[in-house]
């Protein structure tokens, strides 16, 4: 297996990669939706949500990155919610919480190999980032965590203004760096935003999945610390 002989930083992805809902997205809504009278169970919620984040589109009419996320969340929160009963009259108070409930630390389970792939990365004096399409909440999770000393540098799409797979956000990023595109590893799940996004700028990419389906050109790891089997 060859490595990636030139890597001085590594990014990596958040929700998917670093992070994951505890103990599920429908879970967590199946909680809140309570609150307002609405009972609806885990599974049924898990599997809606997947088909309306499959759909949902950002608007780009909306310049604000902040206003444009939480507009982005309420139009998948409403379409869950839409397909399986009809939305609470006080549908913006219930979207807040949901807002509110998933930028706590709680909500989200650490990946079980993030600290001891920082510690790999740190000991080979390899540099670690946070590159994610995420929003500031993102932050606060990460506070929780107690990992604001293990990254480098965040960068957040929400605040840069691009999103994987734009290029412009690959660009900016190696720029903040002062590194050569060639010098960087991206690791993300996502094979589109995070592989092909990275690969396409130029970077170096690793796909963490368990299916192998993917793209047979892909480099993939089946678990975050697998990172070291590509490194030199």
Same mark, same amino acid.
């Given at each position: =297996?060859?490595? +990636? ?12 990669? /670093? ?71 006080? +549908?913006?108070? /219930?979207?807040?919480? /949901? ?10 389970? /650490? ?65 903040? =760096? ?55």
């Amino acid at each position: =297996m060859s490595a +990636f002989l030139t890597v001085k930083a590594v990014t990596l992805d958040a929700a998917g990669t /670093l992070f994951f809902p505890k103990p599920s997205v429908g879970a967590i809504y199946s909680e809140i939706v309570a609150h307002y009278g609405v009972e609806l169970e885990p599974d049924q919620l898990d599997s809606s949500f997947a088909e309306a984040f499959k759909s949902a589109k950002k608007k780009g009419s909306i310049e604000d990155p902040e206003k444009r996320e939480w507009e982005y969340w309420r139009s998948i929160v409403a379409g869950v919610l839409e397909d399986l009963a009809e939305l609470p009259e006080n +549908f913006d108070d /219930l979207f807040s919480d /949901l807002w509110t409930e998933f930028a706590k630390g709680s909500r989200w389970k /650490l990946n079980p190999d993030a600290r001891a792939t920082f510690d790999l990365l740190e000991a080979r004096g390899i540099s670690c980032s946070l590159l994610t399409n995420w929003d500031q909440r993102v932050r606060r999770v990460i506070r929780d965590h107690n990992l604001e000393s293990r990254f480098a540098q965040l960068f957040i799409s929400s605040e840069v203004g691009f999103e994987k797979p734009d290029r412009q956000l690959f660009d900016f990023v190696a720029t903040k =760096m002062e590194l050569s595109p060639n010098e960087i590893l991206h690791v993300g799940d996502h094979l589109n935003q995070d592989y092909l996004g990275a690969c396409n700028a130029g970077w170096n990419a690793l796909l963490l999945t368990r299916k192998r389906t993917h793209n047979s050109d892909s480099r993939t790891i089946a678990r975050l610390l697998d990172i070291q089997n590509h490194l030199q």
